[in-house]
C-alpha cells in the first residue's frame, strides 16, 4: 500500500490495520517520475487530486493493484476506464465534504456581491476612503436569483443556504433532484445563465463539462451577474472569462478552483472584480481528517475482500 501523501493519524491507523503502508519521504505532492517510482508493486495507492492516475502509473505500479482511493469527491483526475480494464476499483469521498465546499461557496457569493476581498486590498493599501451613501455598494442576496449548475449532494446543500438568505434558487441539471431535494426550479442551461443573478457551478469536470461556461456563455450571462466556481476549473475558460470581465459582459466572478493549478491566468490576478482563494472548498481541519479516513476505509476494504464504502468504478 502506497501513500501519496502523508495522511492524518486516524487515516494512517486503518491502513496500517490491513496492510504494510508506505508513505512518502518528503513532506509535499510527489512529482509524476516520482509517484511512479513509488507505487511499483503496491497492491493499493491512497492518492490526492493533484496525483494523475493514468496507464503510465497503472503501468508503473503492476498488475497487483487492486484498489486507487482518491481523497476528494472529484475523480477527473483518475483514467477510470483504464483501471476498470485492469480490474482496478476506484474510490472517491463524497458526503463528507458537502457541508465544507456549501460553506465556502457561500463565503464566495457573499464576499464577491458585498466586495469583501475588495474592502480588504484597499484598507490594506492605505487608500483613503469614507464611509458615504454610495461607498463600496455591493448587491442585495434577497430576491436575487441564483443558479445552480449541478444540482448534486453539494449543489443542494448551496440551495439551502442560499434560501435562508431569501435567494430564489434554480438549477440545470441532466436529470431531475429527487423527492427529498430542496425545492428549486429546474431550468435549461441556457435559461439558467441568461436568467441568474448569481450563477454557481457544481457539476463534476467530465468531456462533457470541460469549458461549458465558454465565451458564449459568458456573452448569455446578465451584465450585473456574478459567476462562483467551487467545482473544477476547466469548468470554466478561463481566458474567456478574463475576456468577458474585461468586456463588462459580467460583473464579477469568485473561484476557488483553475484551469491550470496551481497557475492563475494572469488576468485574472490584477481585477478587483475577482475574488480567489486558492482550492479550500474541502479544507477544514474536520473535513479533511473525514476524507482522508473515508479514503482509507475504501483502500482497506478492498485489501481484504469487501466492498468498498463509496466505489466510483
Ligand atoms: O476538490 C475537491 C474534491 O473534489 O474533493
Wanted: aromatic share 2%.
Amino acid at each position: 500500500m502506497v501513500l501519496s501523501r502523508r495522511l492524518p493519524d486516524a487515516a494512517v491507523a486503518v491502513l496500517t490495520a490491513v496492510a504494510d503502508v508506505h508513505r512518502p519521504e518528503v513532506d509535499r505532492p510527489l512529482g509524476a517520475e516520482e509517484l511512479r517510482t513509488a507505487v511499483a508493486g503496491a497492491d493499493a495507492l491512497v492518492c490526492l487530486l493533484l496525483d494523475r492516475v493514468d496507464d503510465a502509473l497503472l503501468d508503473a505500479a503492476g498488475p497487483q493493484l487492486k484498489v486507487v482511493a482518491n481523497i476528494a469527491v472529484g475523480y477527473d483526475n483518475v483514467d477510470v476506464e483504464a483501471c476498470r480494464r485492469r480490474g482496478v476499483r476506484v474510490t472517491n469521498t463524497p458526503g463528507v465534504l458537502t457541508d465544507a465546499t456549501a460553506d465556502l461557496t457561500l463565503a464566495l457569493l457573499l464576499g464577491i456581491t458585498r466586495r469583501v476581498g475588495e474592502g480588504d486590498r484597499l484598507l490594506r493599501a492605505g487608500r483613503s476612503w469614507g464611509w458615504d451613501l454610495d461607498f463600496m455598494l455591493g448587491t442585495g442576496l434577497r430576491g436575487a436569483r441564483l443558479g445552480l449548475v449541478g444540482y448534486g449532494a453539494i449543489g443542494q446543500a448551496v440551495a439551502r443556504r442560499a434560501a435562508a438568505f431569501g435567494m430564489h434558487v434554480a438549477y440545470a441539471a441532466r436529470h431531475p433532484a429527487a423527492a427529498d431535494a430542496p425545492p428549486a426550479e429546474r431550468l435549461p442551461l441556457a435559461d439558467l445563465l441568461a436568467s441568474s443573478d448569481v450563477v454557481s457551478l457544481h457539476c463534476p469536470l467530465t468531456p462533457g463539462t470541460r469549458h461549458l461556461v465558454d465565451a458564449a456563455a459568458l456573452r448569455s450571462m446578465r451584465p450585473t451577474a456574478f459567476l462562483v466556481n467551487t467545482a473544477r476549473g476547466p469548468v470554466v475558460d478561463e481566458a474567456a472569462l478574463v475576456a468577458a470581465l474585461e468586456a463588462g459582459e459580467i460583473r464579477g466572478a469568485a473561484l476557488d478552483v483553475f484551469e491550470d493549478e496551481p497557475a492563475l491566468h494572469p488576468g485574472l490576478v490584477g481585477r478587483d472584480d475577482v475574488l480567489l482563494t486558492p482550492h479550500l472548498g474541502s479544507a477544514t481541519v474536520q473535513t479533511r481528517e473525514a476524507m482522508a479516513v473515508l479514503a482509507a476505509r475504501n483502500a482497506a476494504a478492498v485489501l481484504t475482500g469487501q466492498e468498498p464504502p463509496t466505489p466510483v468504478g
